[in-house]
Every structure is written in C-alpha cells, then in structure tokens.
C-alpha cells in the first residue's frame, strides 16, 4: 500500500480560485499595475479591476502558497498606496484567465 505522502506534491499543486477586494487609497496610486506584475512575478493567473466604490479587485488562479504569498503583496500594496483592508472569498475558477494576468476595465 502507497503512502499518501508520496502524494503530496500533486495536492500542493492544485489551483483554487479566489477574489480579493482591497481597500484603502488603491486607485490613483498604480495599484492595479503593481497587482498585475505581483501575479506575472509569482505566476498566477486572472485579473485585476477598479470598483466604483474605491476598492480593487484581484480575481486569481494560483496553488495555495501563491495566494499566500499573493495576498501579503496586496496587503503591502505600491509605494504610494495605503492599503486598509483586504478581504478575501473562494470564487469559481474561469478558464479564461488560465493564460496570464490582465487589468480588466473598471465597473
């Protein structure tokens, strides 16, 4: 019988989907510019878009370390952002961001 920790790097590897809405002075200050190159720098896939209501959203397509690591450099936002909050839910995937990362029109 096979461990199933010989299993463990096909776990580690799946996608999960998931929507951050950042708050704070993120519109106006190149955030959705920083949130792209921080998703192409750590490979994850979807999109980024500002809100009529002055939040960001970051729609992304990654391993759950990627989000890990994806979340605490939206937390930390550009230089010239304050970023006050970022909430996070689980979203369903959209294959048609499985190819790269893309600043989506506002809404």
């Known amino acids: 019988m096979q461990s199933l920790l010989q299993f463990w790097w ?4 799946l996608k999960q989907a998931k929507r951050y809405f950042v708050s704070g002075m993120v ?3 190149g955030y959705r510019f920083f949130a792209q190159a ?8 979807g999109f980024v878009r500002n809100l009529r209501d002055g939040r ?3 729609f992304a397509m990654a ?3 990627q989000h890990v690591e994806l979340r605490a450099m939206l937390e930390r936002g550009p230089r010239f952002s304050s970023v006050s909050e970022v909430l996070e839910e ?3 995937p959209d294959s048609q961001y499985e190819g790269g990362f893309v600043i989506n029109p506002s809404v």
């Open 90 to 92: 689980v979203a369903v």
């Open 27 to 29: 519109q106006g200050v």
């Open 63 to 65: 391993t759950v370390q």
């Open 10 to 13: 096909v776990v580690s590897d």
């Open 56 to 58: 960001v959203e970051v």
């Open 38 to 45: 921080a998703a192409e720098q750590l490979r994850v896939s």
